[in-house]
């Protein structure tokens, strides 16, 4: 396992256009989350899956927004209808709980999308 | 509402130097703070995580330190190089999210050392 996977690195879409991102977490990690990190900012959450549950959703997460977490294994993310706005960094991170020995927080490189 | 501040935004500094980067959080009741590194268009990189019982961390030449009684939280960097170039963000897990693991970070310092 060579740590947390996010397919695609780059999206280019137009304006109203749908997009899915995916997510592969580390295995033994039944914790995952999904981030947003526009320029200059730190990453904001938008929402997070215990094994296959999703138990926690921002108010950031719009109704064009859904993620789902099928068997609790990989992620997907996908934006409806996109807007400019939603041009940012979408990170993915998984972990143990983090009240284990073996806490520890691991993100993907990201998928950079841009709504023109 | 938990608030992460890190100041400066950005910093330049010529290699070899020691630096301290800063973080404060509003609400003292947290479970842990951490520290990440962010390359370029890149993702996150744990660095240090401090628990709240602690006071700080190492690992090589940085060193993290906790006071969570006044909401500060500083990285000490020593001998620095070029190649620790990069944006360095800190996080901290609210007692209240301790289940779910959600971090609040802050906006980041910019670190550049010059040859």
């Known amino acids: 396992d060579t740590g947390v996977s996010q397919d695609p690195r780059h999206k280019i879409t137009k304006r109203g256009q749908n997009v899915t991102f995916r997510c592969d977490p580390i295995s033994e990690h039944n914790r995952l989350y999904w981030y947003r990190q526009t320029l200059g900012q730190g990453p904001e959450f938008l929402t997070y899956f215990q094994n296959e549950a999703q138990l926690e959703k921002s108010r950031l997460l719009s109704d064009r927004f859904s993620a789902e977490r099928p068997k609790g294994s990989f992620s997907t993310l996908e934006i409806q209808r996109t807007e400019q706005g939603d041009s940012a960094m979408y990170l993915c991170?998984?972990?143990?709980?983090?009240?284990?020995?073996?806490?520890?927080?691991?993100f993907g490189s990201g998928t950079r999308l841009t709504v023109v | 509402k938990q608030e992460v501040t890190q100041i400066p935004a950005a910093l330049s500094v010529p290699e070899g130097e020691n630096l301290v980067l800063n973080c404060s959080f509003t609400d003292s009741a947290i479970y842990n703070l951490q520290w990440f590194r962010q390359d370029p268009g890149k993702g996150l990189t744990s660095l240090l995580l401090i628990q709240s019982s602690q006071r700080e961390q190492t690992s090589g030449r940085l060193n993290a330190s906790l006071d969570k009684s006044s909401g500060r939280s500083t990285l000490y960097i020593a001998a620095s190089q070029p190649g620790d170039s990069a944006t360095y963000l800190c996080a901290v897990l609210p007692d209240g999210s301790s289940n779910t693991g959600k971090l609040i970070f802050g906006q980041g310092t910019t670190l550049q050392v010059k040859p």
């Open positions: 991170a998984s972990s143990l709980p983090p009240q284990g020995a073996n806490y520890g927080y691991t």
